[in-house]
Antibody, heavy 125, light 108 residues
Framework: EVQLLESGGGLVQPGGSLRLSCAAS????????MSWVRQAPGKGLEWVST????????DYADSMKGRFSVSRDNSGDTLSLQMRSLRAEDTAVYYC??????????????????WGQGSLVTVAS | SYVLTQPPSVSVAPGQTATITCGGNNIGDKSVHWYRQKPGQAPVLVVYHDNDRPSGIPERFSGSSSGNTATLTISRVEAGDEADYHC???????????FGEGTNLTVL
């Protein structure tokens, strides 16, 4: 059974830092890209970052570039998100998700077939 | 920049068919995916690649996409289908993953 379990959320002051982790089990972790998706209170889903299975390729949403850093430990089946210079608008539930990506007939795609339960990050003084 | 547009809410009576749309410029040329999210829970994939269903998702859930509109159709709606539904695509022009703002489905 595929399981994703986030940890590390909590209350942090504006300008502070926080590191989220996602422990994966039940599948060949190194064979899949992984992503972070967040959801601010009462809002829709927002993609944060993606990392390839090897860890060699990373992508970020524009508003997170330079502040957030995604990484993975394939020996420990763990995904991480280091967040710096946090702002009030970063307050959200952060989900890790298994990323299925590829290209078929010239159309490329990403979709998320498994999600963690989410970790709440609150940025406030 | 590319934007996905969903209606904020859709209401349907039990047993009827719910139709949730996701609008985007030439979205028919992209691969569209749909997620169901119940209050306080993580999203669940219900349709991928426009019209494929993951194992465990009932055949009542189907999708289509053409032109500027993708559609999630839920047949024989049940009270348990009440949730937020989000569409999602890959914006290849900007190398980013996009979600629609979500549609709240109410079962009357």
């Amino acid at each position: 059974e595929v399981q994703l379990l986030e940890s590390g959320g909590g209350l942090v002051q504006p300008g502070g830092s926080l590191r989220l982790s996602c422990a994966a089990s039940g599948f060949a972790f190194r064979s899949f890209g992984m992503s972070w998706v967040r959801q601010a209170p009462g809002k829709g889903l927002e993609w944060v970052s993606t990392i390839s299975g090897s860890g060699g390729k990373t992508d970020y949403a524009d508003s997170m570039k330079g502040r957030f850093s995604v990484s993975r430990d394939n020996s420990g089946d763990t995904l991480s998100l280091q967040m710096r210079s946090l702002r009030a608008e970063d307050t959200a539930v952060y989900y890790c998700a298994r990323d299925n990506w590829g290209c078929t007939k010239g159309v490329c795609y990403h979709y998320f077939d498994y999600w963690g339960q989410g970790s709440l990050v609150t940025v406030a003084s | 920049s590319y934007v996905l547009t969903q209606p904020p809410s859709v209401s349907v009576a039990p047993g009827q068919t719910a139709t949730i749309t996701c609008g985007g410029n030439n979205i028919g040329d992209k691969s569209v995916h749909w997620y169901r999210q119940k209050p306080g829970q993580a999203p669940v994939l219900v349709v991928y690649h426009d019209n494929d269903r993951p194992s465990g998702i009932p055949e009542r859930f189907s999708g289509s996409s053409s032109g500027n509109t993708a559609t999630l159709t839920i047949s024989r709606v049940e009270a348990g289908d009440e949730a937020d539904y989000h569409c999602q695509v890959w914006d290849s022009n900007r190398d980013r993953i996009l979600f629609g703002e979500g549609t709240n489905l109410t079962v009357l």
